[in-house]
């Protein structure tokens, strides 16, 4: 493929996800309140598992027909640093009352379920890099532990929300009265299918990419082929803000990293030369690392809940967000695998 038809395809992918995305998330919010879930829920796993079906798709392909373990790898730390980048969007959205000070404080329930698990795989990696790995059947030792972190957050956070259903409530049913359940599951497997057929051919094109102009796969995987994945997170959580649910918003964006660092899990029980996390670059650690400290930023700002903004735009928090996002994607643009 040529240089021009390359990135064709790739805003292809562009349009088709971004297309898919709203709907998948619509649809998804659909079923979950006709089911009779809560708003923060639906958010966190319903929606965010939605909206996190690229980076599985994509993943997957990566390492069962591409075999790029850096672009699966790339495309799940890029996304966790691209979602939480999302909320500077959000914030500069807001033109009244700061986005920390509008979501509630049970956000940093997940906010740290998300930054153990990041912190969990990033950690594995460095202990590669001295010689430390444990692994069996071709499977990281990590695996079963990232299967069992996501278990328990998402245990914890069906708890406090089944606790906290009141103060979590979102009057939603009203807003779906006219679409039947039958035709939200119909609207949804549809827009899946689009997702997982443009996720798959996403590694592809990013490895064309690389080829096509000269940059290195780490730095694709983990910049472009991310911001691509992570589109339906982005145009449902405007969505989300516009229409004043902005909870949702924090809970799908949050939920999204928390099932990203998931797909690590199952993409490397499909990789079958080895643990992923052992044969990728080390410089993920770099995304990984980045991620948790906007996350802890993030913490910060919903216990704080910071009103000023700097030349009326974002709040520090944002701008902190900005600056770790500026810096990872310089890190890895100069140090990534060719």
Known sequence: MTAAETWLAFFACLALVGAAGPVLSRNGDIIAVKTGLTGGWIGLILVAAITSLPELATGLSAVTIANAPDTAVGDVFGSCVFNLAILIVLDFMQRGESVYRRVRQGHILSAGFGVVLIGFVGMNIALHGQGMAVAAFGVGGYTPIIFLLYALGARAVFFYERDHREDAAEDAADRYAGTTLGTAVRSYALASAVVVVTGTALPFVAVALAAAMGWQQ?????????????LPELVVSVVAVRIGAVDMAMANLLGSNMFNILILGIDDLFYR?????????PVHVVSALSAVIMSG????????????????????????????????????????TH
Do not use: C, E, K
């Open 218 to 230: 780490t730095f694709v995987g983990t910049l472009l082929v991310a911001a691509v994945t992570s």
């Open 297 to 336: 930023l993030l913490i910060a700002g919903i216990l704080y809940r910071p009103q000023r903004r700097i030349f009326q735009t974002v709040g520090w928090i944002s701008f902190g967000l900005f600056t770790m996002y500026l810096l990872n994607s310089y890190v890895i643009f100069l140090h990534g």
């Open 273 to 281: 030369q080895g643990p992923i996390l052992y044969r990728v670059s």
